[in-house]
């Protein structure tokens, strides 16, 4: 088992509470990736996703999802391949897509860049993750 230490970027939103960033790839492109460890899945913004080659049969409708406050909204499942978090590949990582622009809408008006996914519990399990926040990096085994 190899480990991967990401390093990763402490957004500070307020002066009691901070977001946490991490560099990445996919199909080449370079993207930020949102750590949230409250999250059940890892999702993709849907408008980066149909930026890309993912095709007809690695998507697929999903239930009616939940979050924060109860409301509800649909989702689409892809199997999102060819990424890598840090310098760490990612074999198949399934994913739901969604539209996260009000969330980059926050993010470009607090000064920050704009993320393209969130990185949940299902690849932070997945993948032993460890938040090393003395030394800002995200350790990762594979």
């Known amino acids: 088992m190899k ?4 390093p ?3 957004w500070e939103l307020d002066p009691e509470g901070f977001h946490i960033v991490v560099k990445g790839r996919l199909q080449g492109k370079r993207i930020r ?3 949230d460890t409250g999250a059940n899945h890892s999702c993709f913004d849907k408008s980066l996703i149909e930026t890309i080659s993912i095709s007809d049969e690695e998507m697929e409708k999903d239930e009616v999802n ?24 990612v074999e198949k990582l399934t994913t739901r897509l969604l539209d996260i622009s009000e969330i980059n809408e926050m993010y470009v008006q607090m000064g920050f ?10 690849f ?12 800002q990096t995200l350790i990762l085994k594979k």
């Open 33 to 35: 990736l949102l750590i």
């Open 8 to 10: 990763l970027a402490l």
């Open 3 to 6: 480990n991967y230490n990401v």
């Open 66 to 89: 939940i979050g924060i406050g109860g409301s509800n909204f649909q989702t689409e499942i892809a199997n999102i391949t060819d990424l890598k978090v840090g310098r760490m590949p």
């Open 113 to 122: 860049k704009r993320i393209h996914g969130i990185l949940g519990g299902d």
């Open 124 to 135: 932070l399990h997945r993948y032993e993750a460890v938040i090393d926040y003395p030394n």
